[in-house]
């Protein structure tokens, strides 16, 4: 079945440092999400790609969806302690069957 | 904004219990979700509804069933509950278009099974 891959699982960064979480499908998707759970809070939905090669920014955050619509990065700039939490993707398959699947997140802690 | 509400933040039950956690959403929204969550496995699909009175099975369903007798409303229903199940369970909608939509999610029901 369908899977989606994502590293690192954590990652330690003094503030000011970049991050990049990397999300990996094994079949091709028609759009992927990206989601971000604050410690003891619930998955925020931050970002939709849908077109091949697609990138969008937040701010400092930079989203990225690959030529082949199996892979997607989300990179952070210049950290900042309220970066704090884990990072989730969820690709959609192509056959559109209307479920997403997760990646297993990336936990990003951030020394001040 | 869209308020998804989950009725117990922390649950405590024993082995062998039926266990049902509700989960009930304030915008109209076709389709829900249940997911389980757990360190280094991500966000699992456990069931999901599109309609009322309608439900698929998502990615792990043995040992569970759901109920949506009303829109809003969506059970998740353990029926013999067993130290396994013992996680975070995430309830979730998203509106019906394009099936692009983002998902809502509540705060999530901490269960622990002794």
């Known amino acids: 079945g369908q899977q989606v891959m994502q590293i690192p699982q954590y990652q330690h960064v003094q503030e000011g440092e970049d991050f990049t979480t990397y999300c990996n499908s094994s079949?091709?998707?028609?759009?992927i999400q990206w989601y971000k759970q604050r410690p003891g809070g619930h998955p925020v939905f931050l970002i939709q790609?849908?077109?091949?090669?697609e990138v969008k920014k937040q701010k400092r955050l930079t989203f990225q969806f690959g030529e082949a619509k199996k892979n997607s990065s989300l990179h952070i700039t210049a950290t900042q302690t309220t970066d704090v939490g884990t990072y989730f993707c969820?690709?959609?398959?192509?056959?559109?069957?209307?479920?997403?699947?997760f990646g297993q997140g990336t936990t990003l802690q951030v020394k001040p | 904004d869209v308020k998804v509400t989950q009725s117990s933040r922390y649950l405590v039950k024993r082995t062998g219990e039926k266990v049902f956690l509700e989960c009930v959403q304030d915008m109209d929204h076709e389709n829900m979700f249940w997911y389980r969550q757990d360190p280094g496995l991500g966000l699992r699909l456990i069931y999901f509804s599109y309609d009322v009175k309608m439900k698929e099975k998502g990615d792990i369903p043995e040992g569970y069933s759901v109920s949506r007798e009303k829109k809003e409303r969506f059970s998740l229903i353990l029926e013999s509950a067993s130290t396994n199940q013992t996680s975070m369970y995430l309830c979730?909608?998203?509106?019906?278009?394009?099936?692009?939509?983002?998902?809502?999610f509540g705060n999530g029901t901490r269960l622990t099974v002794t």
């Open positions: 969820a690709g959609r398959g192509s056959g559109n069957t209307g479920k997403l699947i």
């Open positions: 979730a909608s998203s509106t019906r278009t394009g099936f692009n939509s983002p998902l809502h």
């Open positions: 790609l849908v077109k091949s090669g």
């Open positions: 079949t091709t998707l028609s759009n």
